[in-house]
């Protein structure tokens, strides 16, 4: 209990928080360790060389290693060299500490920070972070698509209002949207034989946060193929009426429901049917981008039908309840529209 007290104080609070979301909120940022989600693709590769610095109290702390995975958030490298290990261990390296990778090949240089750190294992490993994203074409030898822009614009009525704190997160969950389905995008050409159709992490080219917001980021063609404009505009549609309605219902169960709470029940239900066809619109849209004519594997389809349902549709319901009422993207001529309900773009 006074750890807790400890940490708390520590961090910054003055007030009492529970353990529980102490530990949730330490853990809620998605930068805080990037190498542990399964959205950021990672390849075996042949070793490449890599030279390590990492600065330590009593000076730098230099050894070189090979690289054995990589991947767009960060990479484990090992040590074969006996002498190498033990000078790991005897230089106190520790999870947390900066770094600096030199490729000794393509003498590329990124930062970043020390994950994991193995001195026990034969040989022994090192896990490193990125400070960022990188596409692996940066760094290995893979080849991504060509990018097109991809320009989107959050629409919502409050838009002369809108807070630092409603735009951010309705800019964060947006970005994280997009790279959730260039992740499916990823994942399919993976598991269905195209790993050379790699989409390497989007690069925002544009961004206006004036009303409304407004980003226009570059991405691979399959990336903005596969992204269902309309399907998403009808679902937010459908997401704004639902609480509104549900506040009607429940304030109507205080007392004996009469006809109008009946209907107000009934409609309730319909809508959230109705957004449940639009979500599965959304799912089939992507899964079809992803069939492009060839026939793909039940086992892969099932794959691709899990993720998009446990971390793309989420993240739609998230813009809604950010405030966002329409998403729409000019970059389409003619919007893609989900099953008779998706939004032509608007022009301004």
Request: proline share 5%; charged share 25%.
């Amino acid at each position: 209990m006074f750890r807790h007290y400890r940490n708390l104080v520590d961090a910054g609070f003055r007030r009492y928080i529970s353990i529980n979301r102490f530990d949730v909120a330490r853990a809620a940022s998605r930068y805080d360790d990037l190498g542990a989600s399964p959205r950021f693709r990672s390849v075996e590769t042949s070793g490449e060389g890599v030279l390590m610095l990492i600065p330590k109290p009593s000076g730098f702390w230099t050894s070189a290693g090979t690289v054995v995975q990589l991947g767009e958030a960060g990479a484990v490298l090992q040590f074969v060299d006996k002498e190498q290990a033990a000078a790991l261990r005897s230089a106190k390296i520790r999870a947390g500490d900066p770094m600096v990778m030199t490729f000794m090949e393509s003498g590329r240089q990124t930062q970043g920070r020390i994950i994991e750190v193995d001195v026990s294992s034969e040989p022994a490993l090192l896990e490193v972070q990125f400070s960022s994203l990188q596409s692996l074409s940066d760094l290995a030898e893979v080849t991504p698509l060509p990018t097109v822009p991809l320009r989107l614009r959050l629409i919502s009525s409050d838009d002369s209002h809108t807070t630092a704190d409603q735009l951010g997160r309705r800019l964060y969950v947006l970005f994280e949207l997009v790279d959730e389905i260039r992740y499916v995008v990823n994942l399919a050409a993976i598991e269905t034989g195209r790993s050379d159709e790699y989409s390497a992490p989007p690069v925002v080219q544009r961004l206006t946060v004036a009303s409304p917001a407004d980003a226009v980021l570059l991405v691979s063609q399959a990336v903005r193929d596969a992204f269902p404009i309309g399907s998403i505009a009808a679902v937010l549609t459908f997401a704004l009426k639902l609480p509104g309605l549900r506040k009607q219902w429940h304030e109507g169960t205080a007392i004996a429901l009469d006809n109008d709470h009946k209907r107000e029940a009934k409609e309730l239900r319909a809508l959230k049917r109705q957004r449940k066809a639009l979500e599965e619109a959304v799912l089939e849209e992507l899964i079809s981008a992803r069939r492009d004519g060839r026939a793909m594997p039940d086992g892969v389809e099932t794959q691709l039908r899990g993720t998009i349902t446990s971390r793309v549709l989420p993240l739609i319901g998230a813009l809604a309840e950010a405030g966002v009422e329409a998403l729409d993207s000019p970059t389409f001529p003619s919007t893609k529209s989900g099953p008779s309900q998706g939004r032509k773009s608007r022009k301004r």
